[in-house]
């Protein structure tokens, strides 16, 4: 399924890694069930392709051969000694363009204690290094299977910002209460982000410079509402993210802060054969004393999307999404931003219409197919399309992806 070629001395790195990742992920899953049963082993194993008209997604997708560009590798482990004590952590590699070059990493790991426990109620504390719980998918995107699509949607989910978003270091207090009337539930936390690499920074200033940002102590939380088991589904989470910027040599920018108060709506109605989820955000940056004029802002950006799934049939799902972006609310087709700057206003909203398709073969392989049309470029990588002045306002883009899990 992996293999290119059976000559060796033809197989680009990235084929190599294909065919040894999966073998190694088979192996384990063979071995599952000699584990102690308090010990469970998971992994998964995906890659994609992607093909774009004009702009470039997860490495040069724009080219005529499109971008492979595009793997996750995954092995994840949870433990539980005790009734209410777990330790679960789990190591990715994720290659996604200049972003993401693929290093093995602890995406989380920490330990769950579950302090009461009754017939209704729970409440526990967990400790490390914990996905972020902002919205219905960001503390699940990492595992292709718990995805609605091969891309989220990125008015509320930025690729461009992932390891950003994704997971913290810290504490947090989770809670659940059931009665007749639902199910809420809660995760509050602090901790300090996770900053690795050129993608933040590039993200928020725009630019590489000399220096790095620095985590400072962060908030965030979700309280979620269910009723008949997830047939109802509501939520409202947010955050207040806090970096400092340290000046490199010769930088042109000053020891700065940045404060990103995102806040997410989120709904959905799952019946027998259909889906239909929505989520709205606001997302207010403040940056202050970078002692460059076109770096003390504070604005409020707004997206949100509209998202309906079909089940076809147990093995067959489709899915349509309208997404919506706009960096600035108050300027919404990015008019004033492009007469400051003499920059593209397509740079500061984006618009995609996705039809995807979804087959899983069986329970553990999954085979998907997914195009989007798009109307602007506000959530492109900075990294994968350096020159803002070559970046199409209007393109497609489609893609495939392959995944096993076990």
């Not at 560009?69 to 005790?82: C, H, I, T, V």
């Not at 949607?153 to 690729?159: A, E, K, L, R, T």
Request: aromatic share 12%; hydrophobic share 35%.
């Amino acid at each position: 399924m992996y293999s290119i070629s059976n000559s060796a001395s033809v197989r680009s790195p990235w084929t190599v890694r294909l065919v040894v990742m999966p073998a190694f992920l088979l192996s384990l899953a063979a071995q599952a069930e000699k584990l102690p049963q308090n010990l469970q082993i998971h992994g998964f194993a995906s890659q994609g392709w992607l093909k774009s008209s004009e702009n470039n997604v997860f490495g040069k997708s724009a080219s005529d051969s499109g971008s492979f560009d595009f793997r996750e590798f995954g092995l994840n482990a949870s433990m539980r000694p005790l009734t209410n004590l777990q330790f679960s952590a789990q190591m990715l590699s994720r290659t996604a363009g200049e972003g993401s070059p693929g290093n093995i990493r602890l995406d989380y790991g920490f330990i769950d204690y579950t302090f009461l426990s009754g017939e209704t109620s729970q409440l526990g504390i967990r400790l490390g290094r914990m996905k972020n719980p902002l919205g219905f998918y960001n503390d699940t995107r990492d595992v292709p299977f718990t995805r609605p699509s091969i891309l989220l949607p990125q008015s509320i989910y930025f690729d461009r910002t992932r390891k950003l978003a994704i997971a913290a270091d810290g504490a947090h207090l989770y809670g659940e209460h059931r009665s007749n009337i639902g199910v809420i539930s809660f995760q509050l936390g602090t901790g300090r982000p996770l900053v690795r690499g050129a993608e933040t920074e590039v993200a928020f200033l725009g630019h590489d410079f000399p220096g790095h940002f620095t985590p400072k102590l962060s908030y965030i939380g979700r309280v979620m509402y269910e009723l008949d088991e997830g047939k109802l589904r509501f939520a409202l989470s947010g955050s207040q993210l806090n970096l400092g910027y340290s000046p490199g040599v010769a930088d042109l920018i000053q020891t700065g802060t940045i404060r990103f108060t995102p806040l997410i709506f989120s709904a959905q109605y799952n019946a027998e054969r259909w889906s239909l989820t929505a989520e709205y955000a606001r997302r207010h940056l403040e940056y202050k004393n970078f002692g460059l004029a076109p770096l003390n802002l504070d604005f409020t950006g707004e997206s949100y999307y509209l998202q309906g799934a079909y089940r076809i049939t147990p093995e067959w799902e489709a899915m349509l999404r309208y997404d919506v972006l706009y960096t600035d609310s108050d300027d919404r087709q990015g008019k004033k931003w492009a007469a400051a700057t003499g920059r593209a206003a397509h740079n500061r909203f984006a618009k995609d219409i996705t039809v995807g398709l979804r087959w899983n073969i069986t329970p553990s392989f999954m085979l998907r197919a997914e195009y989007h049309r798009v109307n602007g470029t506000a959530w492109l990588s900075t990294l994968d399309n350096s020159n803002p002045a070559d970046r199409s306002q209007h393109w497609d883009l489609f893609s495939i992806l392959g995944s096993y899990r076990f």
